[in-house]
């Protein structure tokens, strides 16, 4: 049994990650602020784990709780493109000041390994798809730079102070429990809140951008995958499906399950947007073991179960 601390736990990918690390029997600490998590994305694990109110800027406060940990999974960050170039200080503040302090909290309790959740937005607009690890990175957004900052000093961490870290870099991760509340929210919870709504969605610029959109149980089990790894320490690994969809292509087949007509409305492209996204998962599969099990397909069909389940259950 290890225990483990996983910041942004109340978040939709980090409760994820909580409820499948304690299939394991870890004991789970998590740390976040409730910025832009919940306690009820942890209500059914919420006895069997320990929930600190915490800001990962308030160096002191973390330091204390990562002492005595096995493990830390450091997912609490303000994450959007747009919120970083809307808002730049918080984002910068959380995503780099943030994950400087939990680094280096980490690093002095002597924790065995970070595992850091990094970002596909790091690869920018590369000329060739799929996006793979050995590529420049090309940031088009301060929320881009930050997540790669992070990576940077994860590596360094490794290489200066001899703390084993593996950063992850997510791949437009979609599943249960994502937020669709804010303006700022991942393209699907939205499809999500107006597929159901009966609403049409907005689409920024023509649709046929494309993401590799990776369901947040495959990325919370290559999260489990990434702190035991022999021989990944130091290093940085794309966490994606290896696919690749179109808004346009996405809109429609989720019309498609619901049978209903919604053309969407179409706006300005956005800043800092990046056309193609898709990873190349060779590194991931072959040195962490990633497999990731759902299909685009799969993957909605559970997603648009959960947010019609969910509005039931508040009705
Ligand atoms: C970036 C990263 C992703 C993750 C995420 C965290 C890339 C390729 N991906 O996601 O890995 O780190 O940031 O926030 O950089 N859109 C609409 N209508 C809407 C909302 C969004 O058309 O109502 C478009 C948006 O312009 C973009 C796509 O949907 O082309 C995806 O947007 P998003 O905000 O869900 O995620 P993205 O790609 O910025």
Redesign the pocket.
Known sequence: MKRVVVTGGAGFIGSALVRRLLEDGDTVAVIDNLLTGHERNLAEVRDRIEFHNVDIRDASAIGGLIRGADVVYHLAAI???PKSIDDPVPSHEVNIDGTFNVLRAAAEARVRRVVYAA???GYGDSETLPKVETMLPRPKSP??VQ?LVGEYYASVFHSCFGLETVALR???VYGPRQDPSSPYS??LS?FMKHLIARTP?????DGE?S?DFTFVEDVAELCAKAARAPGAAGKMYNAGNGGRYT?NFVWDLLQKMEQVRLPAKYGPP?AG??RH?MADTTAAVAELGHAPRFTIEEGLKRTLAWYKQSQTAAA
């Open positions: 994450p959007s493109v970002s596909s937005s929320y881009a997540k997510f791949f437009n991942g393209v939205l969605p907005t689409i920024f610029g951008q993401r808004l956005r947007d990046v996204s």
